[in-house]
């Protein structure tokens, strides 16, 4: 979305584990995002120099920060000259020092005091400038950390699990000041996190990363609609994740074979006869109500289900089904709260269901056997 | 007593200089740098705490005496000197002051370390600013006890540097001699000030130990 400031392609190898990532960010906020023990703070630490990589790029603002091929002679810029702000997950405050301290920590010259309090008045924090972190509250603490790493001047900034410890109040307002900085600053911001709805709360794109490697960068709906792979639909939780076979290409979309079902999936460039995972989106599930003409909107992908189970979420209706023939497996079904009011959905029930194409979502071929 | 004040205050003032600096460094290389060899240099340094001290002094006479490093390539010949019960108050006091100085360094969170060098602040700055100060109770507790410890020193002293009166003549020969001599006040009262003194920085280490009250 603009131009790269922060290039990172790294990779480091341990006995379990093997991380490889790729990035590139502008000045934007990009969501590092996945589930724990992914490679998330092992990649900012490898770019704050905090952690060496056995080989690879690091370049911010055209600056080479680290390069090595893994046998000769690496560069690798100490991590007090990189000028790469980190805000640690459990903040990092130092406990001997005064909140103005913390925050004049990283400054250099003969303003220090004056810089630091400027910073601390721009986070509506000059009132505790004179406290020490275990008198301050968390958000305030959350605060004085990113003032602190701010004020150092850094070219990039990194934020770990930033506000996972706060509550949900704190956490939006502090998100929207940080959207708001990052705007001012033009900065480029890294953003970790494991939760979906803070990706949505402060970030213009995603990377997901799972299994030490980044699967997948993009515009965050985008990625959320149009999942590059299992392992990124895992990382969303996403529900309803089946393999079926490509049977043919149809002017409507593509036929799926699913274990015997027929399916009509939306149209995508995949060879016929390939094994793909395909997500079958909840809320594209529709009960169909046996005494009442069809719409348009069901003509497709009928199946009989049998109800499992049925719950009420705090804004949605959620259903668990098993297909009843050819194909047996579980679907989760969403829908608002208030439809289906007069349905019989007691465990049980057997009834219909019907999918629109445009909510069955092929992500990629199925493993090994898939050929072609 | 006044002579022997006057050489146990000197033996003591270095020995705390080499306990402070010497267990400092070493506190930190044992508590936050891996190499081989780090639970032998441990081991070595803390054994002193359980050996008989007369075998610490048998040990040291070997260290300074005809033969060693510190004599023949220094030239210093330190038997029987003020300087030589100094080495053995050191070596004495040191193991104390390592157990301390090294929990509390190993007690400070290195990724409060990190932030500093994400801050801009190179290896040195963060010693300074970060390591020590946030250790430094534990690091002055070890002090105490390893200065009181060496105040206190007699079998690898007397050893090392023998009972000269007025030059290797400590306090605690003092209580020894006048005990021997059956001079009870002499070494009643000498007693009484090395007991004050023990008490004093045993309840100055203790304090350190508290937590901070903020």
Do not use: C
Request: hydrophobic share 50%; charged share 20%; net charge positive.
């Amino acid at each position: 979305m603009s131009a790269e400031r922060l290039l990172v392609d790294i990779e480091k190898r341990y006995p379990a584990f093997h991380l490889q990532v790729r990035l590139s960010v502008g000045a934007e906020v990009m969501v590092l995002y996945g589930p724990s023990g992914a490679g998330k703070t092992m990649t900012l630490r490898a770019i704050a120099g905090l952690l060496r990589p056995d080989r690879g790029e690091i370049w911010l603002d055209g600056r080479l920060l680290f390069r090595s091929d893994g046998r000769h002679r690496a560069l690798n810029v100490p991590a007090h000259r990189r000028r790469v702000g980190l805000v640690f997950q459990d903040y990092a405050l130092f406990p001997h020092l005064t909140a103005l301290a913390n925050v004049a920590f990283g400054i250099r010259g003969p303003d220090r005091r004056e810089r630091a309090l400027a910073w601390l008045r721009r986070m509506r924090l000059e009132h505790v400038a004179h406290l020490y972190p275990s008198q301050l509250s968390g958000g305030q603490r959350q605060r004085v950390a990113i003032a602190r790493t701010l004020a150092a001047g850094p070219s990039v900034l990194l934020l770990d699990e930033p506000f996972s410890a706060l509550d949900r109040d704190a956490k939006r307002r502090l998100q929207g000041e940080l959207r708001q900085l990052q705007a001012e600053l033009a900065l480029p911001v890294v953003y970790v996190t494991h939760s979906l709805e803070d990706a949505f709360a402060v970030g213009h794109s995603i990377a997901v990363i799972a299994e030490g490697r980044v699967q997948q960068v993009g515009r965050l709906e985008e990625v959320l609609a149009q999942p590059a792979n299992r392992r990124v639909a895992q990382a969303f939780g996403l529900p309803n994740l089946v393999e079926a076979r490509v049977r043919a290409h149809a002017a409507e979309g593509l036929l799926l074979d699913w274990d015997g079902s027929e399916l009509l999936a939306a149209g995508r460039d995949v060879p016929v006869g390939a094994r793909v995972i395909v997500h079958i989106r909840p809320e594209e599930i529709r009960f169909i109500y046996p005494n009442r003409p069809l719409s348009a909107a069901v003509r497709h992908n009928r199946l009989r289900v049998r109800v499992l189970e049925h719950r009420h979420g705090p804004d949605f209706r959620l259903v668990r089904v098993l297909t009843l023939g050819p194909t047996s497996a579980e679907l989760e079904v969403r829908s608002p709260p208030s439809t289906y009011m007069d349905l019989p959905l007691a465990p049980g029930s057997e009834l219909e269901v019907a999918i629109r194409p445009s909510g069955i979502v092929v992500l990629e071929a199925a493993g090994p056997d898939a050929e072609g | 007593m006044l002579s022997a004040l006057i050489v146990s205050l000197k033996v003591v003032g270095v020995a705390t200089l080499v306990i402070g600096v010497a267990g400092t460094l070493l506190a930190l290389l044992l508590a936050r740098v891996r190499f081989p060899g780090r639970t032998l240099l441990e081991l070595v340094l803390t054994v002193p705490l359980v050996l008989p001290p007369t075998v610490v002094g048998f040990f040291l006479l070997y260290v300074l005496g005809r033969g060693s490093p510190v004599r023949d390539w220094l030239g210093l010949d330190l038997l029987f000197t003020w300087q030589g019960a100094a080495v053995a108050a050191s070596a004495v006091g040191l193991p104390l002051m390592l157990q301390s100085a090294r929990a509390a360094i190993a007690a400070v969170d290195p990724q409060l370390e990190d932030a500093a060098r994400t801050l801009g602040r190179s290896e040195a700055e963060v010693l300074l600013r970060v390591t020590l100060p946030l250790a430094h109770r534990g690091i002055l507790a070890g002090l105490f006890l390893g200065a009181a410890r060496a105040l206190g020193e007699f079998g690898a002293t007397l050893m090392v540097a023998g009972n000269i009166p007025g030059r290797t003549r400590t306090l605690p020969m003092v209580v020894y001699d006048a005990a021997l001599n059956g001079d009870l006040a002499l070494a009643a009262q000498t007693s009484l000030l090395l007991s004050g003194i023990a008490f004093l920085a045993l309840f100055a280490t203790r304090r350190l130990e508290q937590p901070a009250q903020r």
